[in-house]
């Protein structure tokens, strides 16, 4: 096989390749970073009834192609790396019903790696427009569908984490209390016994919690700006920047390695470098691979090879 790469673009933090992720994976060059990558960060093509202009396959074929992936990636990552997955929801085609499609291909991915479950995160988003709009808006027999599944796994049961990194500012209310000192404690319900000091310690943030609130309703940033001024497509799915952020900093250490097999705008690779990691990224679509270059022109003034 040739080792010949197609380098779409190269930063100070790290590389875009032009390709499908099941051809540059199985490259010899890429096969040299076997155990150094610390986290994948990616959100494949959903399996949706309605094709999209980026790719996605559905039924058996879809739990196959996805699945395969599992192998390549266990063997990229480090002892303690993780792979973190958006997947969105199905629908059966023509019925107000639901497709258990996704989660086959979690269960199957799982299997066919032999990796750890670690947690289960909903990214939710209250400003999603109605969807599916058959049985939403016209038929008015559902509701909205405003979130997707992200799911946490790795090679270790315990991977590097540390949730220290992505505390959120404490509530009014907690800080109150942290300046008072008191604190209702005792018997609950429950019958979880509360301690005396149990929450009087300042720990410089609250620990949050596995349901991730990211509007998503951005519409002039870096990326769009770029891709308006070039006269480029949006990606159709964008990954927020925010829950790319929030990953990176719960899972990985500054100059760790960060891969995205299914880039599409490059949030991933953004987010890496602004958060001093080093990344390689993967799409096979030129339009996408030029607009995601404003991420970067525009906001890090990156010289471009």
Same mark, same amino acid.
């Given at each position: 096989?040739?080792? $010949?790469? /197609? *380098?779409?673009?190269?930063?100070?933090?790290? &590389?875009?390749?032009?390709?499908? !992720?099941?051809?540059?994976?199985? @490259?010899?060059?890429?096969?040299?970073?076997?155990?150094?990558?610390?986290?994948?960060?990616?959100?494949?093509?959903?399996?949706?009834?309605?094709?999209?202009?980026?790719?996605?396959?559905?039924?058996?074929?879809?739990?196959?192609?996805?699945?395969?992936?599992?192998?390549?990636?266990?063997?990229?990552?480090?002892?303690?790396?993780?792979?973190?997955?958006?997947?969105?929801?199905?629908?059966?085609?023509?019925?107000?019903?639901?497709?258990?499609?996704?989660?086959?291909?979690?269960?199957?991915?799982?299997?066919?790696?032999?990796?750890?479950?670690?947690?289960?995160?909903?990214?939710?988003?209250?400003?999603?427009?109605?969807?599916?709009?058959?049985?939403?808006?016209? $038929?008015? /027999? *559902?509701?909205?569908?405003?979130?997707?599944? &992200?799911?946490?796994?790795?090679? !270790?049961?315990?991977?590097?984490? @540390?949730?220290?990194?992505?505390?959120?500012?404490?509530?009014?209310?907690?800080?109150?209390?942290?300046?008072?000192?008191?604190?209702?404690?005792?018997?609950?319900?429950?019958?979880?016994?509360?301690?005396?000091?149990?929450?009087?310690?300042?720990?410089?943030?609250?620990?949050?919690?596995?349901?991730?609130?990211?509007?998503?309703?951005?519409?002039?940033?870096?990326?769009?700006?770029?891709?308006?001024?070039?006269?480029?497509?949006?990606?159709?799915?964008?990954?927020?920047?925010?829950?790319?952020?929030?990953?990176?900093?719960?899972?990985?250490?500054?100059?760790?390695?960060?891969?995205?097999?299914?880039?599409?705008?490059?949030?991933?690779?953004?987010?890496?470098? $602004?958060?001093? *990691?080093?990344?390689?990224?993967?799409?096979?679509?030129?339009?996408?691979?030029?607009?995601?270059?404003?991420?970067?022109?525009?906001?890090?003034?990156?010289?471009?090879?």
């Amino acid at each position: 096989m040739s080792d $010949k790469l /197609i *380098r779409a673009y190269k930063t100070k933090g790290g &590389v875009m390749y032009k390709g499908l !992720s099941e051809d540059v994976l199985s @490259n010899p060059r890429i096969n040299r970073l076997k155990g150094k990558i610390q986290l994948i960060l990616t959100s494949p093509p959903f399996p949706l009834n309605r094709k999209k202009q980026y790719g996605n396959l559905q039924g058996d074929a879809y739990l196959e192609w996805l699945s395969n992936f599992a192998g390549i990636f266990k063997r990229l990552l480090t002892p303690t790396g993780s792979v973190v997955m958006e997947m969105g929801n199905a629908w059966q085609a023509g019925q107000p019903v639901m497709s258990t499609l996704a989660l086959k291909a979690l269960l199957n991915f799982l299997e066919k790696g032999g990796l750890y479950l670690c947690q289960q995160f909903i990214c939710y988003n209250p400003a999603r427009l109605p969807s599916p709009a058959q049985w939403v808006n016209v $038929k008015r /027999i *559902r509701v909205k569908d405003s979130y997707t599944h &992200v799911w946490w796994m790795s090679t !270790s049961p315990y991977p590097k984490a @540390n949730n220290r990194n992505i505390l959120k500012k404490y509530s009014n209310s907690m800080l109150k209390l942290l300046s008072d000192k008191k604190y209702n404690s005792g018997t609950r319900p429950s019958e979880h016994h509360i301690g005396k000091d149990s929450f009087l310690t300042n720990n410089a943030g609250a620990i949050p919690s596995n349901v991730l609130t990211i509007s998503n309703t951005g519409s002039n940033d870096p990326y769009q700006k770029y891709c308006r001024a070039n006269n480029l497509p949006f990606h159709p799915a964008r990954m927020p920047m925010e829950l790319a952020e929030f990953f990176i900093k719960f899972l990985t250490d500054s100059n760790d390695l960060v891969l995205d097999p299914f880039a599409g705008s490059n949030t991933t690779g953004a987010a890496s470098e $602004k958060l001093g *990691r080093r990344w390689i990224s993967i799409e096979p679509k030129q339009d996408y691979i030029t607009g995601s270059r404003g991420r970067f022109f525009v906001k890090y003034n990156n010289s471009f090879k």
